[in-house]
């Protein structure tokens, strides 16, 4: 069977350039920068998410702080060593940006786009953690491993509520699933054994709906989040 990683892994961001661009990286002479864009939700709050661009993007692009830009690319993990300890480093890698046109995303078009959605499959790597908060809220973390081409994996930290989350409590790891949902950031007070602790940000995929992929019954058992 031929994996098509475009399909197991895509996504679209509609947002704004919040910060200047920053080396991060060079592969065989190609330059590669990180900026982050905030995306509106629709309760008006925003995500600032970091995007990983190749120099050859935005070769007619400016990268200038409040230009609106869409993204098109894989949700991306990698993994980063500090102080002898592992850290999950999460990031947009950009496939296609391209500047929004005033003139053709209009005020009105603009409501009914969709800013923020991204599609995964992959595989529960870790049991769902379920929980509920002290208003009686259900969440679950999922830990999803999503394939990549040569041999390499994404490990994408969701996020499911409601009756989503309550359907996770009975998934097994190794199982594939079909997500559909949102990147967000969220900060966080990391504490340290000294006393200390410093801001930090999280990025996960906020799930709208899941499907089991069931590749022997070729059936699909889907939960749509009731909220």
């Given at each position: 069977?031929?994996?098509?990683?475009?399909?197991?892994?895509?996504?679209?961001?509609?947002?704004?350039?919040?910060?200047?661009?920053?080396?991060?990286?060079?592969?065989?002479?190609?330059?590669?920068?990180?900026?982050?864009?905030?995306?509106?939700?629709?309760?008006?709050?925003?995500?600032?998410?970091?995007?990983?661009?190749?120099?050859?993007?935005?070769?007619?692009?400016?990268?200038?702080?409040?230009?609106?830009?869409?993204?098109?690319?894989?949700?991306?993990?990698?993994?980063?060593?500090?102080?002898?300890?592992?850290?999950?480093?999460?990031?947009?890698?950009?496939?296609?940006?391209?500047?929004?046109?005033?003139?053709?995303?209009?005020?009105?078009?603009?409501?009914?786009?969709?800013?923020?959605?991204?599609?995964?499959?992959?595989?529960?790597?870790?049991?769902?953690?379920?929980?509920?908060?002290?208003?009686?809220?259900?969440?679950?973390?999922?830990?999803?491993?999503?394939?990549?081409?040569?041999?390499?994996?994404?490990?994408?930290?969701?996020?499911?509520?409601?009756?989503?989350?309550?359907?996770?409590?009975?998934?097994?790891?190794?199982?594939?699933?079909?997500?559909?949902?949102?990147?967000?950031?969220?900060?966080?007070?990391?504490?340290?054994?000294?006393g200390t602790s410093e801001t930090r940000i999280?990025?996960?995929?906020?799930?709208?709906?899941?499907?089991?992929?069931?590749?022997?019954?070729?059936?699909?058992?889907?939960?749509?989040?009731?909220?």
């Amino acid at each position: 069977m031929v994996t098509n990683f475009l399909e197991n892994n895509h996504l679209v961001l509609i947002g704004k350039v919040s910060s200047e661009k920053r080396f991060s990286h060079e592969i065989y002479g190609e330059k590669f920068y990180i900026f982050d864009l905030e995306v509106p939700r629709l309760s008006k709050a925003l995500d600032v998410i970091p995007i990983t661009v190749s120099e050859r993007l935005i070769t007619n692009i400016e990268l200038e702080i409040g230009k609106e830009l869409v993204v098109e690319g894989q949700f991306r993990s990698y993994n980063s060593y500090e102080n002898e300890k592992n850290r999950l480093i999460l990031t947009v890698f950009a496939k296609d940006i391209a500047e929004v046109k005033e003139e053709i995303v209009n005020e009105e078009e603009k409501k009914s786009v969709v800013s923020n959605e991204v599609i995964l499959v992959g595989y529960i790597c870790k049991k769902p953690i379920y929980r509920q908060t002290p208003f009686d809220r259900e969440i679950a973390d999922i830990l999803l491993a999503v394939n990549r081409a040569y041999n390499k994996s994404d490990y994408i930290p969701c996020i499911a509520w409601g009756r989503n989350a309550r359907f996770c409590q009975n998934i097994e790891v190794g199982t594939e699933v079909k997500i559909l949902g949102r990147v967000q950031s969220r900060k966080y007070e990391k504490k340290f054994e000294d006393g200390t602790s410093e801001t930090r940000i999280a990025y996960e995929v906020s799930v709208s709906s899941m499907e089991i992929i069931d590749k022997n019954n070729n059936e699909k058992a889907e939960v749509e989040t009731a909220i």
